[in-house]
Each structure stands twice: as structure tokens, then as C-alpha cells.
């Protein structure tokens, strides 16, 4: 059974930190694009941050650059986002996706964990 089980959400201050991990198992998760995703209250589901599947490479939202960081460590099967210098605009249900294309796509999600910036 495939699962992806995030962790880490909480309530945090602006300016304050979070790092957050998302745990797979049940597919070949080194070999998986890996990304965190977020919907913010009443909005659209959005990239937050990429990574493929050796870490080699990462791509983020603009409005994360330079404060949120993805990484992976293909040996424990997880995935991270270490997210600093926090804003209320980061309120969001952040999930962790993972996708492999090719002639048969593979798209999983996890349910999510809730991160909420209050003043």
C-alpha cells in the first residue's frame, strides 16, 4: 500500500520555523520527483517547493525563495521542508506529492498537515 504520511504542522509566530517530513512507503521513493504542495484557506492548491529524485535539483515558488528548503534523503524514504522566517501569508495545508512520469504516470499524495502563522 502506497502511503505518504506527513508531519511537523503546528502553530508558529512570523518569523518563527518549522520543519516538516513527509515518510513514504509502499513504492520506489528514490526514484519519485518529490514535491510540497499547500492550499491556503479558501484558495487554490500550489507548488511549494520540487525536488527530482536524486536531490540534485530543486525549484521553488517565488514567494518561499530563500526562506523554505526541500531535501530528501533517499536512504530513510522522506522527504523535508524546512521552512524559516515564517509569514502569515504560509497558513496553508501543506502536502507532500510524489510523481513519476513516463508512459504510465504515478501521482500520490499525502493527507496533509496544517501549518498556521498567527500574530
Known amino acids: 500500500e502506497v502511503q505518504l504520511v506527513e508531519s511537523g504542522g503546528g502553530l508558529v509566530q512570523p518569523g518563527g520555523s518549522l520543519r516538516l517530513s513527509c515518510a513514504a512507503s509502499?513504492?520506489?521513493?528514490?526514484?519519485?520527483?518529490m514535491s510540497w504542495y499547500r492550499q491556503p484557506p479558501g484558495k487554490e492548491r500550489e507548488l511549494v517547493a520540487r525536488?527530482?529524485?536524486?536531490?540534485?535539483?530543486?525549484d521553488y515558488a517565488d514567494s518561499v525563495k530563500g526562506r523554505f528548503t526541500i531535501s530528501r534523503d533517499n536512504a530513510k524514504n522522506t522527504l523535508y521542508l524546512q521552512m524559516n522566517s515564517l509569514e502569515v501569508q504560509d497558513t496553508a495545508v501543506y502536502s507532500c506529492n510524489a510523481r513519476r512520469a513516463g508512459w504510465v504516470t504515478y501521482d500520490y499524495w499525502g493527507q496533509g498537515t496544517q501549518v498556521t502563522v498567527f500574530s
Open positions: 525536488i527530482t529524485s536524486d536531490g540534485g535539483s530543486t
Open positions: 509502499g513504492f520506489a521513493f528514490r526514484i519519485y520527483t
